[in-house]
């Protein structure tokens, strides 16, 4: 690995790693479709993360360090900015919030309950939210 690759994050098709986070891998429009069903009896949160971008590794990074919740207690979707912007721009759409990076939703009973992107992200309190 170069010296840029380990600045800026390697090639875009660089996966999150994901020792302790039950990372679902959003790849397919289809899935939408679950999310919403499942948002009935769980939470759902959708993690947007873009490869390229350094404030969204630095977010990912704190995030993953500071997550708490079990599988139990919500399901967790990574979504790969770089490989599906397609999928994003339909949940743009689908749940009328307006597409950033990095970007973190919570959906419940099918509504996007909140939402945060950059920073706002390791502020939101997801144990109470989740709840």
Not at 19 to 24: A, L
Not at 56 to 76: G, N, P
Request: negative net charge; glycine residues 6%.
């Amino acid at each position: 690995m170069g010296f840029f690759d380990m600045l800026f994050g390697g090639s875009p098709a660089e996966k999150v790693q994901t020792e302790n986070i039950p990372w679902i891998d959003l790849n397919d429009i289809a899935q939408l479709d679950k999310i919403v069903e499942q948002s009935k009896t769980r939470p759902q949160l959708i993690f947007k993360h873009s490869t390229r971008c350094g404030i969204s590794r630095m977010v990912i990074s704190h995030f993953k360090k500071d997550y708490k919740l079990s599988e139990d207690e919500a399901d967790l979707y990574y979504l790969d900015l770089l490989s599906h912007r397609d999928i994003s721009n339909t949940i743009a759409e689908q749940f009328k919030v307006i597409h950033e990076s990095p970007q973190l939703i919570v959906i419940k009973s099918g509504e996007v309950v909140t939402h945060a992107s950059h920073g706002s992200i390791n502020d939101l309190e997801l144990s109470k939210v989740a709840g």
